[in-house]
């Protein structure tokens, strides 16, 4: 993101210094995460302790300092998930794609986590790509999910166009 690019942001909040998370929020839907050169940038235009972003930046799960791959896979390991089997679908993914939570893999396809609940207990275990739910999952499903997700495919469609 150009410097051009970052100060029409903060245009947009009319330069305040109090837009600080609304700004952040933007940076990251656009790059998906929130480059370091970024925040100094920000901190210089805001007249805010480059500290200070860093610390508001690492607050808040939603924000990532590592760059995100194409699709994030949010796989809940909350209790109601849990107990019908979440670790054993994070395995599967870990299986499939090389990686572990809080990883990417290296074409930058996936980012995989993990969370304690994804707030649709009932559909358990559950598992979000893209911010789709996918409820009932197994290990088993978890390959055929992938696919629908893989270079080549359109996204979030059921595989078959
Ligand atoms: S525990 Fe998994 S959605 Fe709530």
Redesign the pocket.
Known sequence: MTHEEIDSIIERYHGKESAILAILQDIQAKEKYLPKETLEHLGERLHIPSSKIYRIATFFRAFSLMPRGRHEIVV?L????HVRGGQRVVDQFTMELGIRSGETTPDWNFTLETVN?????AA?P?VAIDGQYFGKMSSTKVEETLKKFRPGKKEGTNGKD
């Open positions: 809940c909350g209790t109601a998930c609940c994804l707030g649709v207990c358990g559950v």
